[in-house]
């Protein structure tokens, strides 16, 4: 079984800040690119940005400049940095993840349960 957590949502002013964590645990045997994405009410789930395995990143114009994604390999984690946030942000966000459970298995696509993130005065 693999699970991914999402942690570090939250109220926030707009101007402010917040780091999002994201966790993957299970029977995993390698985790290829990693990312986050939300949604917001009546909207489709969009991508905010991506890691790859070798730290190449990709991020959506309405984020780039105010949101760093980064990730800890070695405990299977990925942070979103998120500076100068604005009321449109709020959202729930969700973490992603392209994981392979065994050596042999193809790479299969995992969500974590999603975090909110408000961004109010």
């Known amino acids: 079984q693999v699970q991914l957590v999402e942690s570090g949502g939250g109220l926030v002013q707009p101007g402010g800040s917040l780091r999002l964590s994201c966790a993957a645990s299970g029977s995993i045997f390698s985790i290829n690119a990693m990312g986050w994405y939300r949604q917001a009410p009546g909207r489709q789930r969009e991508l905010v940005a991506t890691?790859?395995?070798?730290?190449?990143?990709n991020y959506a114009g309405s984020v780039k400049g105010r949101f760093t994604i980064s990730r800890d390999i070695p405990k299977r984690t990925v942070y979103l940095q998120m500076s100068s946030l604005k009321p449109e942000d709020t959202a729930v966000y969700y973490c992603?993840?392209?994981?392979?459970?065994?050596?042999?298995?193809?790479?299969?696509?995992?969500w974590g349960q999603g975090t909110q993130v408000t961004v109010s005065s």
């Open positions: 890691i790859t395995s070798a730290g190449s990143t």
């Open positions: 992603n993840a392209g994981l392979r459970r065994s050596i042999i298995a193809t790479i299969e696509n995992y």
